[in-house]
């Protein structure tokens, strides 16, 4: 089945920039997420990269996507402590509804 | 926001009772969804609905039953509920993406329901 996979955790100094990275299995992927949860609430989503794009930049966030390799990152430049929380990588694939989310990644700031 | 909402918000119970979650959501979207947010596990996806009465199952559907009778309500119940239920359950809705149309089928959350299972 589809499997998406990230690392648990990122500290990353305040300033610095953020990079977290996801792999994912299905290689019929049609759309790929990253979505935040801060904490107590739910997950909203960050962006969006359609699977026949390779870069998507909004404002601070950068996401590129290698679909040869299944291989998606997510940066955030200037990194402040407003964005302490837990980044989930997300896939839609072509066959059916479902939405697959990986285990998130804790994205600690430092000062 | 979307309106989404869930109850119970928090419940307490015993090993063996039936339990139900209701989803109730007021943007007329198509697809409902359950998750449930474990450590270490991330959200797992539970059962998912693409219309009335049109359900099917996701990653850890077994001990898990859900009902869609008509669109604004998704029910997900225990029918036995177990210590390894105990989690934080979260519905999403969207109207899901079409290929290169303007939807992108972004998901939208509640606010969860912290299910304790003794």
């Known amino acids: 089945g589809e499997d998406v996979e990230q690392s648990l955790f990122l500290s990353v100094r305040e300033g610095d920039s953020s990079v977290i990275n996801c792999t994912y299995t299905d290689s019929s992927s049609t759309y790929l997420y990253w979505y935040k949860q801060e904490p107590g609430a739910g997950l909203q989503l960050l962006t969006y990269?359609?699977?026949?794009?390779d870069m998507k930049q909004d404002q601070r966030l950068t996401v590129l996507l290698n679909k040869k390799d299944k291989h998606l990152s997510l940066r955030i430049a200037d990194t402040q402590t407003g964005d302490s929380a837990i980044y989930f990588c997300?896939?839609?694939?072509?066959?059916?509804?479902?939405?697959?989310f990986g285990k998130g990644t804790r994205l600690h700031i430092l000062p | 926001d979307a309106g989404i909402t869930q109850s119970p918000r928090h419940k307490v119970t015993e090993t063996g009772t039936p339990v139900t979650l209701r989803c109730h959501q007021t943007?007329?979207?198509?697809?409902m969804y359950w998750y449930r947010q474990d450590p270490g596990h991330g959200l797992r996806l539970i059962h998912y609905?693409?219309?009335?009465?049109?359900?099917d199952k996701g990653e850890v559907s077994d001990g898990y039953s859900v009902s869609r009778s008509k669109t604004e309500d998704f029910l997900l119940t225990l029918e036995s509920a177990t210590s390894s239920q105990t989690s934080v359950y979260f519905c999403a809705i969207s109207e899901m993406a079409s290929g290169g149309a303007a939807n992108t089928g972004e998901l939208f959350f509640g606010e969860g329901s912290r299910l304790t299972v003794l």
């Open positions: 609905s693409y219309g009335v009465k049109d359900t």
């Open positions: 943007e007329n979207h198509r697809y």
């Open positions: 990269i359609f699977s026949n794009m």
């Open positions: 997300a896939e839609k694939g072509y066959r059916d509804d479902k939405i697959i």
